[in-house]
T-cell receptor
């Protein structure tokens, strides 16, 4: 029962470095999402992909890019990491937009 | 975007029912009410959702006020494993608008 798999689980970057967070789901879901969660707060949507081949901005897209590589995989890229991007990043998927979302265990990213 | 208001924390005794309130006075007619929970160091987990009518599933019940300006998540018999942060969320199209949630503490 893999569900949603995120890699890596932890990462430390220096300011200005780039990095790609990987996400894969094995539930044949159409929609996928990237969120960030700062301490003591709820999740904020960065980007989502309603279906394979489409991506749209969420609430906080600045500083990020995404790629829906195929139906299973949705990656998040930080081109030039900044300390303000230190956060826990969650990937999620759902059968369709509006349906319950299934989440991965998160990537804990620290930028020094 | 419509927002939700929840108490910061609540305590309950093990094996007793828990009622978690949520206010969403600016909800629109097409917004669904979703509840998720998050255990420490884990990703959120879907609990239940509804639009107008009360809903039940194996995890919980959702009671929605007639005017839809508030709702209550009901855990019928809380266990220690139910200790988590519970989020009441409004869904607008593809986007879930998350608040800070209610930290539920279960006392043995």
């Amino acid at each position: 029962n893999a569900g949603v798999t995120q890699t890596p689980k932890f990462q430390v970057l220096k300011t200005g470095q780039s990095m790609t967070l990987q996400c894969a789901q094995d539930m044949n879901h159409n929609s996928m999402y990237w969120y960030r969660q700062d301490p003591g707060m709820g999740l904020r949507l960065i980007y989502y992909s309603a279906s394979e081949g489409t991506t749209d901005k969420g609430e906080v897209p600045n500083g990020y890019n995404v790629s829906r590589l195929n139906k299973r995989e949705f990656s998040l890229r930080l081109e030039s990491a900044a300390p303000s991007q230190t956060s826990v990043y969650f990937c999620a998927s759902s059968e369709a937009g509006g349906q319950p979302q299934h989440f991965g265990d998160g990537t804990r990213l620290s930028i020094l | 975007d419509a927002k939700t208001t929840q108490p910061n924390s609540m305590e309950s005794n093990e094996e007793e029912p828990v009622h978690l309130p949520c206010n969403h006075s600016t909800i629109s007619g097409t917004d669904y009410i979703h509840w998720y929970r998050q255990l420490p160091s884990q990703g959120p987990e879907y609990v239940i959702h509804g639009l107008t009518s009360n809903v039940n599933n194996r995890m919980a019940s959702l009671a929605i006020a007639e005017d839809r300006k508030s709702s209550t998540l009901i855990l019928h018999r809380a266990t220690l494993r139910d200790a988590a942060v519970y989020y009441c969320i409004l869904r607008s199209n593809y986007q879930l608008i998350w608040g800070a949630g209610t930290k539920l503490i279960i006392k043995p």
